[in-house]
């Protein structure tokens, strides 16, 4: 009966050296995806920095882009209340030479060099209003021509600032799921520490129990054979 007691001990401890090195394994492997998981939720986090700071800098790139549009445009309504202005002095001057005109024209025969004068002079005004009106026109072309490129180019911050935000959103998603799994692997990791925590006390209270059989058997052993050799004797 000892032999089998000592036996079973043997048997079990080797069963609790096995499930502790089982154990161990595990935990070696829960511990390493563990830190994997970790690892990945930094690299993330930085990430999440990262992209948040281009935004911030793509940000304020637009607010200053949107300044300048909207100090090219303030520029070009100046240009063209000056060029209307002009154009409202020309008209009243071209409507004041013509009256003067014809009033010389029916005066006087002899006003002709003056009224042929005034005509150059309204050729010049008008040869000066058309250029003033080109260049003018040229003006507004280039200021049109940098509005609609302005104007594209905001498009595409706002596509790349969506398009950011969408790709921020996706990594939190993921983000969230990773930790989800790290939780629950925390929970399994802690579940089978304390199933091995009652193993443990489980496989103590046989081994005591096993010792003070044991004992109790030597002590038998001990009494049987002494009364074997007073029998023998």
């Keep these: 009966a000892a032999d089998a007691l000592r036996g079973d001990r043997a048997r079990l401890q080797r069963a609790l050296s096995e499930s502790t090195s089982a154990w161990e394994s595990q935990s070696s492997a829960k511990d390493k995806e563990l830190s994997e998981l970790r690892e990945q939720l930094s690299q993330l986090d930085e990430r999440c920095r990262s992209l948040a700071e281009e935004a911030e800098n793509q940000s304020v790139a637009l607010e200053e882009q949107r300044h300048r549009l909207m100090a090219s445009s303030h520029e070009l309504n100046e240009a063209a209340r000056c060029s209307h202005e002009l154009g409202s002095q020309l008209a009243a001057a071209f409507a004041m030479m013509e009256d003067h005109l ?49 104007r594209e180019q905001l498009s595409q911050l706002d ?19 990773q930790r989800h799994r790290l939780m629950a692997s925390s929970h399994e990791l802690n579940e ?9 006390s489980q496989l103590a ?29």
């Design 102 to 150: 014809e009033h010389v024209d029916c005066v006087h025969d002899d006003a002709g060099q003056a009224a042929d004068a005034l005509r150059g002079d309204r050729a010049r005004l008008q040869r000066a209003l058309s250029e003033s009106t080109s260049a003018w026109e040229s003006q507004s072309s280039a200021k049109d021509k940098e509005l609609s490129e302005l």
């Design 205 to 233: 209270a046989a081994f005591a129990m096993m010792e003070d059989h044991l004992e109790h058997v030597d002590c038998v052993h001990d009494d049987a054979g002494q009364a074997a050799d007073a029998l023998r004797g």
């Design 159 to 177: 596509e790349r600032c969506r398009s950011l935000a969408e790709e921020a959103e996706n990594q939190s998603v993921a983000l969230e799921e």
């Design 192 to 200: 089978a520490a304390r199933c091995s925590h009652e193993l443990g």
